[in-house]
């Protein structure tokens, strides 16, 4: 296809688009709409995804020790807890480290207070355990209180886990990510219906055009030229806008949720992070709609 | 063409065994009754149509066996003129027939001067800049047959050219049809204008009941209507 061809198709495609005003404004409408729902699913989704993946990080049991536990009978619980077959890691923190984490992770108001303790630790030994799979905890838990009642005293002074919390949350969140995807899926169809029929109206009254250029010898390919730029501009407008709405209303929320609840854990995921993979989504997912629904309604009037 | 057969899907025998050969630069007319099957005769050359049975030939292209997405190039070759004109209302009568040039990607410069051309072969050069609704029907149709014939087609195809103009008018676009045939181009030209037909002499093609009847070299129109 010749660059001036090309030209001529930009230049109709969006002349068109201004001549058919309230029609372009109702396909730009159902991409912006259709896709603003999209992409508000897309980002709960990816929310709910990474609250999910964070908390399936922090299925842990920690083993707290007695203070009377030597540093060689550490090594030799530590090897004995390492070689429980579902067990991925152990990973021993002194009572030193514990602190100093825990002091990091502290609000800096409290600080100050916190940095007294250093001179007289409160906080015990410890041996963090994950396994590679959230299901085997309890498993890994009856063999650790197994080892401990082997003992005499007995080395661990308390063993902690939370694990039906963390099952019950993995299954929440898998249907969350299912619904979120079949509700997209079902949204970019409608939307694309949608385009697709309000552009077929506006192709609806330029009939008599498409039947001259097929008269004087029009390729399909060049009568759909115009129709493909139409498309395009459609899906490029509502999508963009889209965005912005979007993301603009998404970093207000983060920022809301920051100063209200200011809780480490729950964070939503910063508009820098996510912002432009979904603005990037968005657009490729406007383009395309606006593209397909624009040329699959023009394929009947070019049947020869 | 030959023993062309065309039947429609509502079962109606619109041309029952049509054979008929029509050479290079030649003019003719094909009359008949009204649903004698002459529109549907010439649809079947540019292609609007395709023969239940039956071979045709239009400029070395078997139709018959034409692929759908070459049919454009076939179209190319032709030119096409209707009763009702069928021009695109918004453009003006230079941009109707510049259309024609564009939608083949003719390079721009070539279209400006041809378009000209035309425009001035058709005497309408001062008119280029009006819209078909300010025109009156003869000029419409003289729009109409140069855009037909911009792309220099050697056939041009003509369903009724006259038949909505008035006596006077439909004299001056005859005249412009001659004109072209005689700078090489085929003429096939169906009508109901039995003054034109009997004072014009070309060759007469009747078709009646979906058969020709008759061939003539330089034929009368033959019907009392």
């Known amino acids: ?304 | 063409m030959h023993d062309v057969w065309k039947i429609y899907d509502n079962g109606s025998e619109a041309l029952r065994g049509i054979s008929v050969n029509i050479g290079a630069n030649e003019f003719v007319y094909v009359v008949g009754p009204s649903g004698a099957g002459k529109s549907t005769f010439l649809k079947l050359i540019y292609r609007e149509e395709r023969p239940t049975k039956g071979q045709i030939f239009v400029n070395g292209f078997n139709l018959d066996k034409l692929k759908r997405r070459k049919v454009p190039y076939l179209r190319r070759s032709i030119g096409v003129v209707f009763q009702d004109f069928k021009l695109l209302p918004k453009l003006t009568a230079y941009e109707n027939i510049a259309f024609a040039m564009e939608v083949v990607e003719a390079p721009r410069r070539l279209i400006r001067k041809r378009t000209m051309e035309v425009l001035e072969l058709v005497g309408l050069a001062d008119k280029k800049d009006r819209l078909p609704g300010q025109l009156s029907g003869g000029e419409q149709q003289r729009v109409a047959i140069a855009r037909a014939i911009v792309n220099n087609p050697k056939i041009v195809v003509a369903d009724e050219p006259t038949g909505n103009l008035d006596p006077e008018t439909s004299w001056g676009i005859m005249k412009l049809l001659e004109e072209i045939h005689f700078r090489g181009a085929t003429i096939i030209m169906a009508t109901h204008n039995k003054e034109i037909v009997n004072r014009l002499r070309k060759r007469v093609i009747a078709i009646e009941g979906g058969r020709i009847v008759r061939d003539e070299p330089r034929g009368e129109y033959g019907y009392e209507d």
Do not use: C
């Not at chain 1, 207070?113 to 041996?127: G, I, K, Q, V």
């Not at chain 1, 820098?272 to 699959?296: E, H, P």
């Open chain 1, 1 to 304: 296809m010749k660059i001036s061809t090309v030209a001529r198709h930009v230049r109709e495609g969006s002349r068109s688009l201004v001549r058919n005003g309230w029609m372009a404004f109702a396909s730009i409408s159902a991409v912006a709409i259709a896709l603003f729902m999209v992409g508000a699913f897309v980002l709960l989704a990816a929310n709910v995804n990474e609250l999910a993946e964070q908390v399936e990080s922090e299925v842990e049991v920690r083993v707290f020790l007695e203070r009377s536990v030597d540093a060689a009978a550490v090594k030799e619980l530590e090897s004995r807890i390492a070689s429980i077959p579902t067990v991925r890691e152990v990973k021993f923190v002194s009572k030193e480290e514990a602190l100093e984490d825990f002091i990091r992770k502290a609000d800096p108001k409290n600080r100050g207070t916190l940095e007294e303790l250093r001179s007289e630790n409160p906080l015990p030994d410890s041996f963090v355990v994950r396994t590679a799979d959230p299901r085997d905890v309890a498993g890994v838990v009856a063999a650790l209180e197994a080892m401990n009642g082997e003992r005499a005293p007995a080395p661990f002074e308390k063993i902690s886990y939370a694990q039906g919390t963390v099952e019950k949350l993995v299954r929440i969140t898998d249907t969350l990510r299912n619904v979120g995807l079949v509700v997209v899926v079902l949204l970019s169809f409608s939307a694309v219906f949608l385009i697709s029929n309000t552009i077929q109206l506006t192709i609806f009254a330029r009939q008599r055009e498409i039947a001259i250029m097929r008269l004087v010898g029009a390729t399909n390919g060049f009568i759909r030229g115009p129709f493909f730029f139409e498309g395009l501009l459609v899906g490029l407008i509502g999508s963009t806008a889209t965005a912005l709405v979007l993301l603009a209303g998404y970093a207000e929320l983060v920022r809301q949720t920051e100063l209200s609840l200011g809780l480490p854990m729950f964070r939503l995921i910063p508009v820098d992070d996510i912002g432009w993979k979904v603005a990037v989504l968005l657009v490729a997912l406007g383009l395309f709609v606006g593209v397909w629904g624009s040329v699959m309604s023009i394929r009947k009037f070019l049947r020869v």
